[in-house]
Structure formats: C-alpha cells, structure tokens
C-alpha cells in the first residue's frame, strides 16, 4: 500500500485520524497533534483516579495474534484509564484456532457491537486489511503487522525524545541492530524524518539491513563507534531471532563484541545522549546492563510514556480528543 492510500484509510472526509495502521504518510502537524494530545494525558497516572470519561461505554478488543506483554499491557491500560470496556481476546482458545477466518472473528466481534479493534499479527498488512472490512463506526489500531508497521511504538518513542530533548530541529539518532526484521524501525524513521531530525543512521551488519536501506531516508553505518559519533539518541533494537529463517549472525557473543552498546562505546556519542530500547531486552547480546540500568537510559519512561501515547491515539482515533479537557 503507498503512503499516500495508508494515508487516506487513516484519515475521515475532515481529515481526523479513523485508524492509525502506520506512521508513513501523515502529517508532521498530526504526529505533533498526537504528541500533544499524549501530553495532556501524562498526568494522570499521578492522579489518585487513574482515569478520565472520554471513552465511558465503548469498548475496545484486543486481538493479538502474536505474543506481546508491554504493547497489550499498555494498549489494556490506556482503554481503562479512558474508562473503556475492554475485551482481551484469547486466540490459542478462540474460533480463529478452529480454522476461523481473521474477516470472521471480525464480523463476529462486530456483531457484538464494539467500537475498535487494536490487532497485532504476525503478517504484514493485517491490521490493513481490517480496516478496509470493518463497519463505519469502527476504529481499527495497529499493535504490530509483520515486518511492516509498529506506529505506537514509534509514536511513543519521539514523544520520549521530546520530552527529553525538546525539538527535533538538529538531532542526530541513530537506530542499532536488526534493521531488516523491525518493524518498529522502519516506523521510527519515518516518523523521525517527518518530525524534521537532522539525520538518522541506522547501525547493523550488512546482513542486518534492508537492500537499498538508504531509499528510506537513513545514513547506513556498518562500524558502532562510527555510527554512534557525535550522536544526540540510541535507539537500540532487538535481534529478531524468531523472524531470523537462516543465520544472519555468527553468534550471539560475536554479535555482541561487534554491535553490541557498552559505556566504551556511548564515550563516541554526545555527553547528553538517551539510550532507548523498545523491549523486551537482551542484556549481554544488544546491550550491557550497565547502560540499560544507568542515567542514560530512558527505557522505563518509554513504557511510562506508552499509556499516554496510547491514550491519545484511542481517543483521537474515537473523535473524543484531544479538545476534549482532561480532568485534573
């Protein structure tokens, strides 16, 4: 699908966000608008009522068809701090594992009356092709497709970057390990590129980065130290080792001694740089504990900062935000 068509099943006749299947193709103004509207929900984790009404009698299903614990944990939360129903639907156990179509678990939920799915699937293009199914009244939210597509997770990482860093005008970021099998990070440059960074590199093997890696808008660096040079943010990735069909690396250990992120290495990086992650970690391979536990690591905050993002992309997609006041 082109970003331009992304775009448009996004989006209604008055140009508000319907789904949010993928970051490519919307407007700078609208990721800023999503950042904001995060903003606003920030704190309400630090109220003594964890929840605001705007979506008080909809109800939200999850359905994910592969494993996760942060992403659905997060997207559970967001939905009730909005003050949603929520319905976790289990698949090992459901209809789809009796030969279901996905379009029929679908039309089955639909027909229960419910107001957005937030689906993550081991294919490309599913949360797509939901969206292109469902009734008008529904809104479909991309928790993951494939190699595709991880837009919350982008969302929720440049609002950590804001947060810290203020503008993205001048920021140099560079995106480490499997570039091929990510999913969050061809989400991630294309939400950096729109938001207006200075560069984004991308560090990995070369058997780790896509062909033609620099069409996407990336500076591809095979050495760390080099890649991480004068850099303000560290987005570290996770070797995908399930969607790995052949050996792509030596070895764990050898990965590590070549790509692997230690204090040694951060020295190349500016004195104010952030660490991210997007979980789950592997200490030891991706990155040393030293680093992920220390006072550049902004990792915890990510989780933190997905519960607001989460919450701002389900009530803006539901057309209850972000002008709506947030309770104080």
């Not at 689906?119 to 008008?136: E, L």
């Not at 990995?204 to 591809?220: I, N, Q």
Request: with cysteine; hydrophobic share 45%; net charge neutral.
């Amino acid at each position: 699908m082109s970003a331009t068509a992304a775009a448009d099943i996004q989006l209604d006749a008055s140009g508000r966000l319907r789904h949010f299947l993928t970051v490519e193709g919307l407007s700078r103004e609208l990721l800023v608008r999503i950042m904001d509207t995060a903003e606003s929900f920030a704190g309400v984790t630090a109220q003594n009522v964890k929840k605001v009404p705007l979506l008080r009698g909809k109800t939200v299903v999850n359905l994910f068809f592969e494993n996760s614990t942060r992403t659905r944990t997060t997207f559970e939360l967001a939905a009730k701090r909005l003050s949603a129903d929520v319905l976790n639907i289990n698949i090992a156990t459901s209809a789809t594992s009796k030969g279901e179509s996905l379009l029929d678990t679908v039309r089955n939920l639909e027909a229960m009356h419910v107001d957005m799915f937030v689906v993550r699937h081991a294919q490309s293009g599913a949360a797509h092709f939901i969206a292109r199914h469902v009734a008008p009244h529904i809104s479909v939210l991309n928790a993951g497709d494939g190699r595709h597509a991880h837009p919350t997770q982008a969302m929720l990482d440049v609002f950590t970057i804001r947060r810290c860093k203020g503008e993205f005008a001048g920021l140099k970021v560079a995106i480490v390990g499997d570039i091929l099998h990510s999913r969050v990070a061809r989400s991630e440059i294309w939400a950096l590129n729109t938001l207006g960074v200075e560069e984004v590199r991308v560090v990995a093997p070369k058997t780790l980065l896509p062909a033609h890696v620099e069409a996407l808008g990336v500076v591809p660096y095979h050495d760390l130290s080099e890649g991480l040079r004068d850099v303000d943010v560290v987005i570290m990735l996770r070797l995908q080792l399930e969607r790995m069909g052949s050996a792509f690396i030596p070895s764990e250990h050898e990965y590590f001694q070549r790509f692997g992120l230690t204090e040694k290495r951060l020295e190349k990086a500016r004195p104010d740089v952030i660490v991210m992650h997007p979980g789950p970690i592997n200490r030891g391979i991706e990155i040393d504990s030293a680093i992920a536990d220390g006072p550049r690591s902004v990792i915890l905050p990510q989780v933190t900062n997905g519960i607001a993002v989460r919450m701002a992309v389900m009530s803006m997609a539901m057309h209850a935000g972000p002008d709506m006041e947030v309770a104080a």
